[in-house]
């Protein structure tokens, strides 16, 4: 009676344990032992990752606001959805719209939070800056998103790799009732069966081949590649017939395995875990140099940077499916889905712009490249702005025969073409706009936005309130002129007001001059610190120049208020006309004259950050600080180390094996004595008669090692061309910003005096002669120097803009690249930084108290080389304190503060590298080459 109720007890208990955990709570255990594993490999400022998580911002657009543990169905293809109903005449599973359905793949609440992380104007368009475009793709990039996904399951690798060495538990139990009939052999039965038994994977199934019934069982394997097992069955059988008896049978086993050859030793047992966590780390430093190259794909369009990447995950979470062949460990798999060479990639950057085109610099991408463009299109309308205006004067000459037709209608084509031109610029910028959006920024291409443009404010050297004031001028100019002969006192007092209002702009313009002369002595130090002592003098002198220039037109202006004073008491007669036509000049020449000198000032404050480093420093600083060369050497070891792996399979088997068990020999689940006991004691061997197949992996990871040693020599030497790139395009363009800087200055003079020549009154002819007429190419003049001068506007700021972003990659190849929280480049000089010391360097050997007391050693053809005897016995060759080992050889430093360079400390002093630095005062003679964080302070520069 007691065993028919505790059945269904045991059944309801059975029941109960097959639901298990929940989905959310198996979730939230993997999120939470992830953070951990990021946070434990975090233990380096230069690739911290706290707070490490892959929920996606509730602000995004990508967000998930549906149940991430029971998902709705999304939108299926109507034909495929036939074939989860019905397939193969076969009625598909009914429960797969038990969660809902959803039509919506978006987030309907990402519009709504727009205004929460970026300036939204009130008639809905998105207003983007830098930092606005860094923030949003952020939040809604879904490759950004994608890298922190690829972390978190390097990271579940790691984690199904460390459970391989934790205790397992199992358990595991069967309840059956069985019948047989009465002409089977020994009668009828009935007899209920409670089986408790483990199902144990194959892993512990072939360490000890345990019994198949077990109430519990517990695993581990070891460092050493050992498996040890220990497991407890127990079956109670209740017969139902005859005696209507009882049997319990219990059994107590362990085994354990040890492969002491073949198989076994920690090269074997580690590897796979070892390999893991070096994977999770290299991520993680994948990761901030990928935040580096984020950054200026959204900057510049420049990203050309790799992220992090998977080894596992093949064969299911873990390195299920590992080989130990190719430089990942996984043979053909790894290399058949870009894994196969590791973080080896090529140098990671390249110079800005797209090409020279006129003197300047090409067009950079990006955020900058968006406003760059914008600047193009304003300085085109601009110039068809002042043709336009010129237009009604050639016009007007024209029907005063001071002109001839071919002239005016060259310049009416050219004005069409101008608009042809700006019309397809629109164009391209709508088109470059909608990919930003949808490419960098994660959003869709129709969301309207506006261009801050405050980055490009200094380029726009023509101010819009003078074209404003020229316009107006014009205007009232040609309404003057459409007045009738006779001019009334009211005609002269309307276009009065209209000349004192706008001599009103001309004075606050004159009141904004002043500042702009100050800004560009602020910045004067600066730009001569680049200038030879005769350039300087000549810089000197034309500030003073543009402040002469400024005072005589003030002397103008003032000059101005007595003639509209008189003009008030004036007659409206023909005097008073021409007096009008005077005034209206002259204010038009003050105007372009104030402009002339804003301009010129604008273009002189100009500065760039000028870098002296030469090549060879810039690659030790690199070799030191880039990050995913610390990853490329640490990968080359991974290959290196499975030279081991695979050698050990070409050794002998030879296992040493213990199993035992112990049986009740009573009817009680625990009645064990030393009756019931075994023991087994075996060795196993089997020698190296079949190893083809393991040779020739030996020799495939040899030919492996090889290959990814020669394109680490490769990486380094493409490393080595980005850096003398970069730096030649920043001496490049450095020079050719004062080449594009003169250039401005003389297409704003030719176009002053062009138009001056067409607005200077034609000489009255001589008694008998024709009338005097404009020079043949007055026109053409005019138009010459407008295109020059829109295309030295535009060569300059790309020839800035593309010193801007050069010197961007130049931060992030050297690996000195610092983002804030947000993201965003943290522009700061390159400091000095103090030597630290390298783990793992040998030091050299102490002086020998004998060559003290003696002349000294005799020294060898290398002359500055000495010897040392490492930890494995070998000699090493030192050269100046560093080993003279091979280019990769160079020992990864441990931890810095950030923003300052750090390369392995030398013994002693290096001889000067650089001839740059001959005769400087800034650098110590005895700067070693680790030093080299010195070389990027080109002089002290102070502001």
């Known amino acids: 009676m007691r065993c028919l109720i505790g059945a269904p007890l045991v059944a309801a208990i059975l029941l109960t344990a097959t639901s298990g955990c929940n989905r959310t709570f198996y979730r939230r255990r993997a999120d939470e032992e992830v953070a951990v594993l990021v946070l434990e490999k975090s233990n380096d400022p230069r690739w911290d990752l706290r707070d490490f998580t892959i929920e996606v911002d509730p602000r995004s657009r990508y967000a998930n606001v549906h149940d991430p543990d029971f998902p709705p169905m999304p939108p299926d293809d109507p034909a495929s959805h036939q074939l989860m109903r019905w397939v193969d005449g076969k009625k598909g599973y009914s429960g797969w719209d038990d969660y809902g359905h959803v039509h919506d793949l978006e987030s309907p609440f990402w519009r709504q939070c727009l205004g929460r992380y970026a300036e939204v104007t009130p008639d809905g368009k998105l207003v983007l800056r830098l930092e606005d475009s860094v923030r949003i793709a952020r939040i809604n990039s879904p490759d950004y998103q994608e890298q922190l996904e690829t972390i978190y399951l390097s990271a579940l690798d790691v984690s ?99 492969p002491l050859l073949r198989a076994g030793g920690r090269a074997v047992g580690l590897e796979q875990l070892t390999l893991s966590e070096r994977v999770l780390l290299a991520n993680l430093r994948a990761f901030e140099r990928y935040r580096h190259g984020f950054y200026t794909d959204v900057a510049i369009g420049e990203g050309n940077v790799g992220g992090p990447q998977r080894r596992g995950g093949f064969f299911g979470a873990g390195f299920t499916g590992f080989t130990g062949l190719g430089s990942g460990g996984f043979a053909g798999v790894g290399s058949a889905a870009g894994f196969g060479r590791g973080f080896f990639g090529g140098g990671g950057g390249g110079g800005g712009g797209a090409g020279f085109a006129g003197g300047g610099a090409g067009t950079v991408g990006g955020f900058i490249g968006l406003l760059q463009q914008l600047q193009q299109i304003r300085n085109s309308e601009e110039s068809l702005t002042a043709q336009l205006r010129t237009l009604a004067l050639l016009e007007a000459n024209l029907d005063a025969g001071l002109i001839d037709i071919a002239q005016v209608d060259q310049f009416r084509q050219n004005i069409e073409t101008e608009r042809a031109t700006l019309l397809q610029a629109r164009n391209s910028l709508q088109s470059s706009l909608d990919s930003f959006k949808s490419g960098t920024l994660g959003l869709p291409p129709d969301l309207p936005v506006e261009l801050d443009d405050s980055f490009i404010q200094p380029f726009r050297l023509l101010g819009q309130d003078v074209s404003d004031i020229q316009s107006e001028l014009a205007a009232i100019l040609s309404e003057f002129g459409d007045l009738p002969e006779e001019l009334s006192s009211e005609d002269l ?151 081991e792996f695979n050698a050990n399979a070409l050794k002998s088997n030879l296992t040493i094996r213990v199993d035992g068990d112990s049986v009740t020999t009573v009817n009680r689940p625990f009645g064990f004595d030393e009756n019931g006991n075994s023991l087994r004691a075996a060795v196993e061997f089997d020698p190296p008669l079949t ?79 024709p009338p005097n007429v404009l020079g043949p190419t007055a026109a053409q003049n005019l138009l ?160």
């Open 691 to 769: 190893r083809l197949v393991e040779r020739n992996n030996f020799r495939q990871q040899l030919i492996d090692y090889q290959q990814s040693r020669r394109q680490l020599i490769q990486f380094e030497d493409s490393v080595h061309q980005t850096l003398r790139n970069l730096l030649r395009n920043l001496d490049q363009l450095s020079i050719n910003l004062e080449i594009q800087r003169r250039a401005v200055a003389i297409a704003i003079r030719r176009v002053d005096q062009t138009r001056e020549a067409l607005n200077r009154p034609v000489a009255p002819p001589q008694p008998g002669e």
């Open 784 to 943: 010459f120097a407008l295109s020059d001068l829109r295309s030295a506007q535009n060569n300059l700021m790309s020839v800035w803009l593309n010193h801007y972003s050069t010197r961007m990659l130049l931060y992030r190849e050297l690996g000195m690249m610092q983002l804030d929280d947000h993201g965003l480049w943290i522009d700061v000089p390159l400091l000095i930084s103090d030597p630290v010391p390298v783990e793992g360097t040998p030091l050299p050997p102490p002086v020998p108290p004998a060559w003290l007391e003696e002349d000294g050693p005799t020294l060898t053809p290398m002359a500055n080389a000495r010897t040392s005897d490492s930890a494995d016995g070998e000699s090493r060759v030192f050269l100046n304190g560093f080993p003279a080992e091979s280019r990769t050889g160079i020992i990864e430093e441990p931890h810095r503060p950030p923003g300052k360079v750090q390369v392995p400390a030398s013994a002693e002093p290096l001889p000067r590298q650089d001839s740059r630095l001959e005769g400087r005062t800034d650098v110590d003679d005895s700067l070693p080459l680790d030093r080299i964080g010195g070389a990027l302070r080109s002089r002290a520069r102070t502001n």
């Open 493 to 643: 007092s309307t276009t009065l007001d209209a000349i004192i209002a706008v001599r009103e702009e001309i004075g606050g313009l004159l009141d904004a001059t002043p500042p702009e002369l100050d800004a560009l002595d602020a910045v004067s130090d600066q730009r001569k610190r680049t200038m030879e002592p005769e350039e300087q003098s000549l810089f000197d002198r034309d500030r003073e120049r543009l402040r002469e220039s400024l005072a005589d037109l003030e002397n103008r202006f003032l000059l101005t208020k007595p003639d509209v004073e008189a003009l008030r008491e004036a007659e409206p007669d023909e005097t008073a006309a021409n007096q009008i036509v005077e005034l209206i000049a002259e204010l038009q020449g003050i105007a372009n004259d104030v402009g002339l000198v804003q301009a010129r000032a604008r273009v002189e404050r100009i500065v760039v950050e000028p870098i002296d480093l030469s090549p060879q420093f810039a690659l030790e600083i690199a070799r030191a600080n880039r990050l995913d060369w610390m990853n490329n050497r640490a990968s080359l070891v991974d290959t290196w180390r499975l030279i």
């Open 160 to 258: 199904t790799e460390r459970f391989r060495f934790d205790t397992q538990f199992f358990a595991g139990t069967t309840l059956a009732y069985e019948h047989l009939g009465r002409k089977r052999p020994g009668g009828e039965q009935n007899r209920l069966v409670w089986d408790t038994s483990a199902n144990l994977d194959d892993r512990l199934a072939t360490a000890g081949s345990p019994p198949a019934s077990a109430t519990a069982a517990a695993g581990r394997s070891l460092a050493s590649a050992a498996e040890l097992l220990v497991g407890f069955a127990n079956t109670t059988i209740w017969e139902f017939t005859g005696t209507d008896s009882h049997i319990t049978t219990s059994i107590l086993n362990f085994s354990f395995v040890q």
